[in-house]
């Protein structure tokens, strides 16, 4: 079966910029698909490629299996959702889901009724005779979801839709776009600079960095399994131990990932437990931060970050401290990555 969407050695030049640079990736069908990365790193000029509003410089792109090269966007299976939510304000919310429709040339009656059908999937039942502007930010961006499920696309392009929204409503919609693409069960990419957002909805995720993917995989390969400097500094937060540090506790001669939650804050010449390492400092800093507290330490001309369950008030900045991890929470990283 041929992939939803697939990119071969694909590569897109601004000028002396090359913003994608020799990508090869297959997403597929029925599948959630993060592309996760900095401004610039090329996620949002991939999505365009796959919609159309870009072509590849070099390499080629099909979409279940069919070129893409030269289609023009209105001729892909595809639909875009975008931050800014893009509607028209002159129209109501039911004009506006039923516009791609009435492009196509369906008959006012058969528009309606779809556009009912989509808001209903996206809980706005009843909003068709509203304005954009008499609703939420929230609302606005369902109605754009809904205005792009409405002509039935197998591919949903989402670039950053929940970026303009405050924390809590962000969170919720994250669960129901999660929810509604199982319940459809199209294909969603969605482009993202926040690694949580990407954690928590993506079966799979890929990070930018330059113009080219560094690391592809399931979210919690890419957590748990750096493979390299960049991927474990951006995806979350991590300790990146030199080569020296890491051989002297437990671990091989190369750059090493430790996440600060995998590393337990004690008293100093506090016991060892076996299949562990540990290392002696001075806390620098303590932060609280809701659900954890992060110290950070010094400890042999380095800083490292720990983070333990938030309550424990032993430590204090001065205190000198033991941190302890398991070796197997040292993960080593690609060579001079």
Same mark, same amino acid.
């Given at each position: +079966? ?15 910029? =090359? ?9 597929? /069908? ?35 299996? /069919? ?34 429709? =009435? ?17 209903? %999937? ?24 809904? =205005? ?10 989402? &670039? ?32 993202? !600079?926040?690694?949580? /957002? ?50 002297? !506790? ?15 804050? !004690? ?17 620098? +800093? ?13 400890? /042999? ?17 001065? &205190? ?9 929470? %040292? ?7």
């Amino acid at each position: +079966m041929s992939p939803a969407v697939r990119f071969v050695n694909v590569s897109r030049r601004f000028g002396s910029v =090359r913003a994608v640079d020799g990508v090869t990736l297959d997403i597929t /069908e029925g599948e959630f698909f993060a592309m996760l990365g900095p401004s610039g790193s090329g996620k949002t000029t991939c999505l365009r490629l796959i919609a159309g509003f870009e072509q590849p410089d070099d390499g080629h792109i099909e979409i279940f299996g /069919e070129t893409a090269d030269g289609v023009p966007p209105y001729k892909r299976n595809v639909n875009t959702v975008f931050q800014d939510y893009a509607l028209f304000p002159h129209m109501t919310v039911g004009e506006n889901v039923a516009y791609g429709l =009435r492009i196509k040339g369906q008959a006012r009656a058969k528009r309606a009724a779809k556009a009912r059908d989509a808001l209903s %999937m996206v809980k706005l039942a009843g909003f068709e005779g509203r304005r954009p502007a008499q609703l939420s930010g929230g609302q606005r961006q369902r109605v754009a979801l809904a =205005r792009a499920l409405v002509n039935g696309p197998k591919v949903l392009l989402l &670039d950053e839709p929940l970026g303009a929204l405050d924390l809590k409503l962000r969170e919720q919609m994250q669960e129901e776009l999660k929810a509604l693409q199982k319940d459809l069960g199209i294909t969603f990419v969605f482009v993202t !600079h926040d690694q949580g /957002e990407a954690l928590s909805m993506a079966d799979r995720v890929a990070v930018f960095n330059e113009g080219r993917i560094v690391q592809v995989g399931a979210p919690s390969s890419v957590y748990e399994r750096p493979e390299s400097r960049f991927v474990a500094d951006f995806v979350g937060s991590s300790n990146v131990l030199p080569p020296a540090f890491a051989s002297g !506790h437990g671990g091989v001669s190369k750059w090493t990932s430790l996440r600060p939650e995998k590393i337990a804050v !004690h008293p100093a010449g506090t016991a060892v437990p076996e299949k562990h390492a540990a290392t002696e400092g001075e806390i620098k +800093m303590v932060s609280y931060q809701g659900a954890v507290t992060r110290f950070n330490v010094e400890a /042999e001309k380095m800083r490292i970050n720990a983070e333990v369950p938030a309550g424990d008030t032993r430590f204090k900045p001065g &205190d000198s401290v033991r941190l302890i991890w398991p070796k197997s929470a %040292m993960v080593t990283m690609e060579e001079g990555a």
